[in-house]
């Protein structure tokens, strides 16, 4: 494994520690779908996006904007991480004053760009988004994730035969398939595989890859678009609450009120991750100044 991809493992695994942070301020929150998106998350935000955090609002950034909004606090963590706020402020998650609700708000924290929460808009804000860049000539490219519960919500449907039309190259959807939503298997509740053959159809590129593992998804975040002339859709299998092994892949992830003792135990697993993700970047670190003396 390359040191880049540990520092980025490293990152996600500091993220998914402010997650539980945020958990510990406001006592509850939607944990499972967060910790399954934050490797995506964490990689958009340290490899792929051209963005700068001190000109948030600068014109040719690229942009990112969550579909499944109750994914915040993935986004929130990386977003302190990068350096678009001071880490403390997550403390007051889940406060009636606070910025940071269950659901982004563009108009109160700095980095968001498009209030979502109601399930099944972001694909056509980000179609619009990204057709709009391109008619004003920049090359800023609009990345969104969505959920696989949120799927049959029939209006993603109308943004992905919208950005396949217009042979929208810039704009690259992942898709967050954990076989799980709010009330159990997504392929139980409303079945929409096989999703990417669907996404094909519709005249998007695409691409299948395991969401959880930082080598895949930065590769392949890194080659899109996948085909020039059409949108890329990057379906990626992942494990809903990934990290927490005594949540991971259940329904009962997807809003989350532990006990202290539970938290303790979650703060305790993710706490060692990272310590062993430091060991194994700073070994690999030394080996390879080792190597090239
Ligand atoms: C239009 C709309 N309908 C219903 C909901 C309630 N809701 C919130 S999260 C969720 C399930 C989402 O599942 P998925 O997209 O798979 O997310 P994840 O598994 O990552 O939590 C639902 C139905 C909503 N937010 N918006
Ligand atoms: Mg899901």
Known sequence: MSADVL?????????????????????????????SCID??????????????????DGTRDRFLLSAGHKAMA???????????????????GGLDSKFAGHPDMHKVSGIEANTGALGHGLAIAAGMALGLRMDGT??????????????????????SIAAHHGLDNLIAVIDVNDL???????NVMNMEPIADKFEAFGWAVTTIDGNNMSEVTDTLRSAPLIQGRPTAIVARTIKAKGISALEDTAQSHYWKPDAEALLEAHVELTNTLVQKIKARSDELMFTSRGTK
């Open 181 to 187: 939503q709010i009330s159990g298997r997504t392929t």
């Open 7 to 35: 520092a980025l493992e490293i990152e996600a695994a500091r993220a998914r520690l402010l997650v539980l942070r945020m958990l510990q301020a406001g006592r509850s929150g939607h944990v499972g779908g967060a910790l």
């Open 75 to 93: 986004q929130y963590a990386v977003l302190a991480r990068r350096g678009y706020f001071p880490e403390d402020l997550l403390d007051t998650y």
């Open 40 to 57: 995506i998350v964490t990689a958009l935000y340290f490899d792929i996006l051209r963005i700068d955090p001190r000109s948030p609002n």
């Open 139 to 160: 090359a800023s490219r609009v990345f969104t994730i969505l959920g696989d519960g949120e799927l049959p919500e029939g209006s993603n449907w109308e943004g992905a």
